[in-house]
């Protein structure tokens, strides 16, 4: 379903898929089957997201970000893929980002480019990711450390 106040060019979308209002999809990107793209979300061309994806409010994807299957992205969390950015000028490639399967990211969090959140890793709210994250691992904070582990087992039963 795509909201008509929505503007999105994109042809790669999967089926059962919600798009909301005011969501901008850039042609090239990739969005799997039965994801939430809630309000005043854009994606850019070289964006892939898999299945069960959902995304709140705010949410900017810029060019790199990888997310993989079942992952929650709390409202106005930020990624970027530039290091070291400057107006009007431009690295040759992008940082890739990738957000492993079951993943959750919360609201306000950063995420610096060319990490990976593991799998079932959870960012909290307003943490700012500088590094890569292990699997399972609860991070929190600025700059974002360990808090903890969540039971993997217990994880892969709710998806």
């Known amino acids: 379903m795509l909201h008509p106040l929505s ?41 892939v997201v898999g299945d069960n994806v959902t995304i709140k409010s705010g949410v900017q994807l810029w060019d790199g970000v990888r997310i993989e299957d079942n992952v929650f992205i709390g409202p106005n969390a930020t990624f970027t893929n530039d290091i070291m950015p400057r107006s009007k000028i431009y690295p040759e490639q ?11 990211i919360g609201a306000n969090a950063t995420i610096l480019p060319g990490i990976t959140i593991g799998e079932n890793a959870m960012v909290g709210a307003g943490a700012v990711v500088t590094r890569t994250v292990p699997p399972n691992a ?7 450390h360990i808090k903890g582990y969540v039971d993997a087992k217990h994880q892969e ?3």
């Open 7 to 47: 503007d999105v060019k994109s042809q790669s979308i999967g089926e059962g898929t919600r798009i909301w209002q005011f969501c901008v999809v850039f042609a090239g990107a990739k969005i799997g089957a039965n994801c939430n793209i809630c309000a005043n979300v854009l994606i850019e061309n070289d964006v």
């Open 94 to 104: 992008f940082l890739q980002t990738t957000i492993k399967a079951g993943a959750s």
């Open 138 to 144: 609860i991070v929190v904070g600025n700059p974002a």
């Open 157 to 159: 039963n709710k998806t």
